[in-house]
């Protein structure tokens, strides 16, 4: 028995650029913004001297949700914000995944962020579905 993935992905057949412009664009209409964005690549590269096909990882916050989650778990910033990963996969395509916040949430014991994780995750799992 598999268990439940703690992400929502799918492939795509668009460059790594203009899958990542997609993601950007379908995330700032959710009303999600890229706080942070690193690019695995370039890092492991400059940092250990490795190759690796193109991946980057882009720290997505809806401030609204961020604020709830905030008030009700003080130390949930921990695990802000939500991650996207855009990848090149083994084939030469391009792989977009979203984490899903109701599995990552479930190791914090406080019922009131399950609600709110269960809107973040209805949002990138619209945002995956619409790539």
């Known amino acids: 028995m598999n268990p439940t993935p703690y992400y929502f992905a799918r492939t795509l057949p668009l460059s790594l650029e203009a899958a990542e412009a997609r993601v950007r664009d379908l995330l700032q209409q959710e009303g999600f913004g890229v706080l942070t964005e690193i690019d695995v690549q370039a890092t492991l590269k400059k940092k250990l001297n490795v190759d690796v096909r ?16 905030l008030q009700a778990e003080p130390y949930i910033g ?22 899903d916040p109701v599995a990552s949430m479930q190791a914090v014991n406080n019922p ?12 990138l799992r ?4 619409q790539l």
């Open 78 to 99: 921990t695990m802000l914000p939500c991650n996207v990963i855009v990848r090149q996969t083994e084939t030469g395509q391009t792989e977009v995944a979203a984490i």
């Open 54 to 69: 193109p991946y980057k990882i882009l720290g997505a916050c809806n401030p609204h949700f961020a604020h709830q989650a």
């Open 126 to 129: 619209h945002i995956v579905a």
């Open 112 to 123: 009131a962020l399950r609600s709110i994780a269960e809107q973040v995750r209805e949002r």
